[in-house]
């Protein structure tokens, strides 16, 4: 049976089968932040988190080259805490990517294969406030599995 005439079979009898779709974030902006004397820019996308973890979101943070400000990592706790803020999520419950690529470096091939992907972790101090972040390297696939899961209710 060739896949055209399967198609049409499993469609008459009221049968769709659909292949599972990429996780598209929950939302996908640009935050700027003011640090001192210079302002910051980054693309921020959220995915929602698996049901089964605490982790409420996975936030993908990604450095461009347009950031005339400081660096994302110089001012990640802070920027952590406004985006939390902004979203209503506590950082401390959500999984962190912090990304560079092509587009990330004036000049350079936006789409270039290159990137480098940290994980951060955030913990709350005795007195309340955002402790400073743990830091992993990552690779695509775990920043793949972080966002592109397809998550199931429980």
């Known amino acids: 049976m060739s896949s055209i005439p399967r198609v049409v079979f499993l469609l008459v009898f009221g049968i769709i089968l659909t292949l599972p779709a990429a996780a598209q974030p929950q939302a996908d902006t640009t935050v700027t932040w003011r640090s001192y004397s210079r302002t ?14 605490e982790e409420t979101h996975t936030i993908v943070v990604q450095e461009l080259a347009e ?4 660096s994302t990592v ?3 706790s802070f920027l ?10 506590d950082p401390t419950t959500a999984y962190w990517v912090l990304h560079w690529g ?3 470096f004036e000049g350079a091939d ?10 951060a972790t955030f913990h709350r101090t005795q007195s309340g406030d955002l402790g400073s972040p743990r ?16 998550w199931r209710a429980p």
């Open 110 to 119: 936006p789409d270039a294969d290159k990137s480098l992907f940290l994980e």
């Open 135 to 150: 830091w992993d390297v990552i690779s695509k696939t775990d920043v793949r599995e972080l966002t592109d899961r397809r």
């Open 40 to 53: 910051g820019t980054a693309q921020v996308q959220v995915y929602p988190g698996p049901p089964d973890e």
């Open 74 to 76: 110089e001012d990640f």
């Open 67 to 70: 950031n005339n400000g400081p």
């Open 102 to 104: 092509g587009f990330s």
């Open 80 to 89: 952590a805490d406004l985006v939390g803020r902004r979203l209503g999520v």
